[in-house]
């Protein structure tokens, strides 16, 4: 699967982009708001051209290259509150997701997919997006699909459930499928975080690897508005204090041979995950370099798609795509 382009925005830290990359699309275009998430694709990809620019100010017709792609991809900042959406009053993240399609108006690529919140595919409270998606890309040739996946049926030591949009012209529409789960068995975090909890010689990893037995809840990056980093809502942290792990911050480094785990004694003797470690809870390579302080290392990694998923969602796209339009799908 090989020759395919797209254009990506609402880059964040690439981990859609980077998935897509690694199903056979190169990238003609990435967008982000974001100079740190902007810092983390060109240091990660020095070849790929990245623009530092707002989704909402994006002209397409400065920028041709643009133009004549084969999937426009979108892993858009999550809807906060779903009743507001289509509402005047709405947030950036509702007034994203309108923009992406509009986008699709300029560009004119053979597939469209936007990831976002689990509801965008089914709640009643999302239903006046799938109207307003369906009102402006259908008169275009586009027909639809709307589904869930879950991270942790890819080989991602997490449940982290997205809501996702596939729109893809009619000659291919007929032959694209959801991606079917690529694992049998969850990978569990303990088996994904082991070998760096033993890098500095700390001599309970192996044990903590044996409690830590289970994918990790939902990683959450929060807002800019919020103070600094943590694991997630309150039933998260709860569920990484069973893995004896503190979930109320984030690390600056590994255990070290002297540390004393003892979750029992409370919050200081749990360990702590660090931003390097939770990228790997999302998928991402050792090597994927995030840049930035801390607490925007850790939200560029929450918020971003899996690139496991994303190579998933990537290689369902292609299959349609390379497909003979005039030869008809199995199925």
Known sequence: MSGLTFVDVCSGAGGLALGLEQAGFEPRLLLDDDED??????????????????LLDFDP?????????????????????????????????????KATVYLVHAIRPRAVLIENVPGLAH????????????????????????FVVNAVDFGVPQNRRQGVLVAVERQWASAFRPPAPTVEQPTTVGAVLGPTMASRGWP????????A????????????????????????????ATMGVNGHTVGDVV???????????GRDNMVKITVEQAALLQGFPEAWEITGRKTARYRQVGHATPPPVGEA???????????????PAAG
């Open 313 to 327: 969602l990537g290689r369902a796209v292609a299959t349609a795509l390379i497909r003979d339009p005039a030869v």
């Open 37 to 54: 998430a902007v810092a983390t694709l060109r240091a990660n990809r020095p070849h790929w051209n990245v623009l530092h620019n707002d």
């Open 213 to 240: 037995d289970r994918p990790a809840p939902t990683l959450v990056g929060g807002s800019k508005n919020r103070g600094g980093a943590d694991l997630g809502p309150t039933g998260a942290k709860r569920t990484w």
């Open 61 to 97: 017709t400065e920028h041709p290259v643009s133009h004549d792609v084969d999937l426009l991809s979108a892993g858009l900042p999550r809807v906060k509150s779903s009743a507001t959406v289509g509402r005047a009053d709405s947030g950036d993240e509702e007034r994203l997701l």
């Open 255 to 265: 255990p070290d041979a002297d540390f004393v785990w003892n979750p029992e004694l």
């Open 204 to 211: 309970d990893a192996a044990r903590w690897v044996a409690q």
């Open 123 to 146: 709640s009643d409270a999302y239903q006046q997006f799938r109207d307003f998606a369906r009102a402006e890309l259908a008169h275009l040739g586009y027909e639809f699909s709307w």
